[in-house]
């Protein structure tokens, strides 16, 4: 619940999204046809060919390892029949978003590159997860894992002259960093990164899950990826990717091992499949190729 005093600065950095975090006008579009199930899903194919970077990385991802297929995937049509629309959207917005990613975040003490290690690893491993516990769509909860510090990147940009209070308060030692958040600023970096979704619109499953990240119990019962995203973050913080002054500093819900259908014990086993997947060459090879100045 965003803070009454601080709903202001709130609304003033939502107000703000627009023009902070732009998507691809051809991902906008890509959004908005697999929403609507009228729309003609071959509009995808035509919308993304105008882009041809984004052709050559939403293929580099199709080609990747950890899909397996033995032919190269050559054009988006052949991507589409052998992954499905869905897929293709996802990873339209997985390249679409990188950008944003790479820079560094001051406030947090993520040095260039921080962030988007860890929420790619967090997204490798949400996948993971939700492989193992039988989510209908994984790369849907990838996607998830992908965004779900987003908020982090609109607090750098806006708010970081509050930030400092931000880490006063967390540096006695007596709280968390996101109460700290929460005592400053009035909200959490999920509240406002959900925000970031909902002007994209994507799905509310993925809004709730970067809303409710590292308090997966209150989003609703029904919505299992929060707790995959929950529990690939723990994981990737233990693993010590991308920490900043926050890292390690998040509690663990236990209930979400149940809640999976999984032991606590797999957590080692999932570290070695994060770690695998991370040093996948074709995935690092997807993104190195990106413009460095962005
Ligand atoms: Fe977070
Ligand atoms: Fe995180």
Not at 16 to 38: E, F, S, Y
Not at 139 to 158: F, P, R, S
Request: hydrophobic letters at 40%.
């Amino acid at each position: 619940m965003v803070d009454e005093n601080n709903q202001e600065l709130f609304n003033k950095l939502v107000a703000g999204l627009k023009d902070l975090m732009p998507l691809p006008t051809t991902v906008t579009a890509i959004i908005k046809l697999t929403k609507d199930p009228n729309s003609d899903l071959k509009e995808i194919v035509y919308n993304l060919e105008k882009d041809q970077a984004m052709v050559s990385r939403v293929l580099k991802l199709a080609n990747s390892s950890y899909y397996g297929f033995s032919r190269q995937i050559k054009t988006i049509s052949h991507a589409v029949v052998c992954l499905g629309y869905n897929t293709i959207k996802n990873m339209a917005l997985t390249v679409s978003t990188y950008p944003m990613f790479k820079k560094g975040i001051v406030s947090y003490a993520l040095e260039k590159g921080a962030i988007f290690k860890h929420s790619y690893a967090v997204a490798v491993g949400a996948r993971i997860i939700a492989n193992k516990a039988g989510h209908p769509n994984p790369e849907e909860v990838y996607v998830m894992g992908l965004l779900h510090d987003v908020g982090k990147l609109v607090l750098d940009e806006q708010a970081k002259d509050k930030f400092i209070n931000v880490i006063r308060l967390f540096s006695k030692g007596s709280i968390t960093f996101l109460e700290a958040e929460e005592q400053v600023l009035g909200f959490n970096h999920g509240e406002i990164g959900s925000k970031v979704a909902e002007k994209w619109n994507l799905s509310d499953e993925i809004v709730e899950t970067i809303r409710f990240h590292h308090h997966p119990s209150d989003a609703s019962p029904n919505n299992k990826s929060v707790h995959m995203v929950h529990l690939s973050d723990v994981i990737v913080e233990m693993m010590g990717i991308g920490l900043g002054y926050d890292g390690l500093s998040y509690e663990l819900n236990e209930a979400s091992f149940e809640i999976l259908g999984l032991k606590n014990s797999c957590m080692e086993e999932l570290m070695v499949k994060i770690m695998d997947e991370m040093q996948d060459e074709a995935n690092g090879a997807i993104f190195s190729d990106e413009d460095s100045s962005k």
